[in-house]
């Protein structure tokens, strides 16, 4: 019979490897907590209107990378590609705006795109992000990167560097567009198919075309920050002061529009020197329309998304290992002390040990290979002698040191040794 293998572009994780995902979620969990940021769980599908309507239908994003699907209720569902639409649509939905604060989430959880993947991209991979709503300072935005950037260097990811940009808001980026149809316009003949029609959809979406001549091009090409309005000016002037009050060092790239159409003002992305092609960790920026464009209240909104598996590709494999309890194996000389083995294990689950017996064993040596297998740090072996008299044998497997200890000084014993 065939075997069936996953689906291009997805994964399996176990260990070795699932220690790092468990170690990276329980940091994203304590570091977030301390910028008062709360979890948020949101559907793995929406309503596609929700991404269509939210990212914007003229990007990629929308118009090739979806999981869209019609439910058996005729229903149009996709898997989300991303996940500021949900948290947007969840705190609209559930009145969050009016019964929280601060209006701060933060989601760990898979996404999904239709993408060619390759090392660091995936069909469905993994984004941690964080979402703050209702305040519009540039100082949150500032401080918003500055997580992100402290969060890497926290894991020990530091060769990476954060560009940040402002892409204008709905006063100053029509005039820009304009300049820039005209710009892109006289080049016409010499873009390629797919931006001679953002030209006429999307312009702001050629800055994203990977083609070179295209990129070459759009050098030319006259950039939103030289025609913000005063308002974005001095959003951008006070985030690049803030940017330097907290010490994050930070590069200009007036090109960097992102991917998706939601973002106003502040644009940021981190890249690392390790990734090779697929080198960004993390973007984000704000977005000030969006929650009104999805039917919300007018409140800004600013977040970030990034790529676990491109954080895990930078974590050591030593992670595994460090993370790894003490284990005791309990070991049994004859069949007929199975038993009490596993009551011993019992008392040692119930304090908190890691414990494990091999319940099918016919031998010692045969249990203590299974001790290897699991690198059990102690173990316990049962005797005739040790259940009359009450006392355990443990020995240490590293020093082999053998102690004997009463069966009621277990506990004493488990707080000085594990
Ligand atoms: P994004 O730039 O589309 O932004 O994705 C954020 C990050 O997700 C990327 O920098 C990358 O690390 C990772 N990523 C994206 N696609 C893939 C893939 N196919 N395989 C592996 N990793 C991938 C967003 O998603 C926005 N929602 C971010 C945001 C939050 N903006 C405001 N709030």
């Known amino acids: 019979m065939s075997k069936i293998i996953a689906p291009k572009g997805t994964g399996d994780l176990y260990s070795p490897q699932i220690e790092k995902w468990q170690y990276l979620e329980e940091k994203i969990r ?30 990629e994003v929308v118009q090739k990378e979806m999981y869209t699907f019609d439910d058996k209720g005729g229903r149009s569902l996709t898997l989300r590609p991303e996940n500021t639409a ?26 999904f795109r239709y993408e060619r993947p390759q090392k660091g991209r995936m069909r469905q991979f993994h984004q941690f992000g964080v979402e ?35 892409v204008g808001c709905s006063q100053c980026r029509p005039v820009y567009i304009k300049k820039l149809t005209e710009a892109a316009q006289k080049h016409e003949q010499e873009l390629c198919t797919d931006c001679q029609r953002k030209i006429h959809t999307n312009p702001l979406r050629i800055f994203d075309c990977k083609k070179e001549t295209c990129n070459e091009l759009s050098l ?29 060092p930070y590069q200009l790239n007036p090109r960097m529009v992102r991917g998706l159409d939601y973002y106003t003002k502040t644009a940021f992305e981190i890249t690392s020197g390790q990734l090779g092609s697929q080198n960004a960790i993390l973007g984000g920026g ?8 999805l039917g919300g209240a007018d409140v800004p909104g600013i977040g970030f998304a ?3 598996e491109r954080i895990i590709l930078h974590l050591p494999d030593t992670i595994a290992g460090e993370r790894k309890k003490k284990v005791i194996l309990v070991a049994y000389r004859t069949p007929e002390l199975r038993n009490h083995a596993l009551k011993l294990c019992d008392t040692l689950w119930s304090n908190g040990a890691c414990a494990f017996m091999d319940y099918s064993a016919k031998n010692l040596k045969k249990q203590f290979k299974k001790g290897d297998k699991i690198e059990a740090d102690f173990t316990i072996i049962l005797g005739e ?34």
């Open 30 to 59: 304590e570091y977030y907590s301390r910028f008062l940021y709360r979890e948020i769980r949101t559907p793995i599908f929406e309503h596609s209107e929700l991404f269509q309507r939210g990212i914007g239908s003229e990007t």
């Open 86 to 111: 949900s948290v947007v649509r969840a705190a609209i939905e559930k009145n969050l705006f009016n019964d929280m604060f601060p209006l701060r989430f933060f989601y760990i959880g898979p996404m």
């Open 132 to 166: 703050v709503f209702a305040d519009e300072s540039a100082q949150v935005d500032a401080e918003v990167i500055y997580t992100a950037m402290n969060f890497l260097d926290s894991l020990g990811i530091t060769d990476i560097a954060v560009e940040v940009n402002s």
């Open 220 to 248: 030319q090409f006259p950039t939103i920050t030289e025609n913000l309005c005063e308002e974005c000016a001095d959003h951008f002037s006070q985030l690049k002061e803030t940017l330097e009050l907290l010490s994050v």
């Open 286 to 293: 704000r977005y000030n329309n969006l929650i009104k464009e």
């Open 306 to 308: 990034a790529g676990m």
């Open 385 to 418: 002698d040790e259940v009359e008299q009450e006392t355990l044998s443990i020995k240490q497997m590293g020093t082999r040191e053998q102690t004997v200890i009463k069966q009621e000084e277990l506990e004493q014993w488990l707080k000085n040794n594990i």
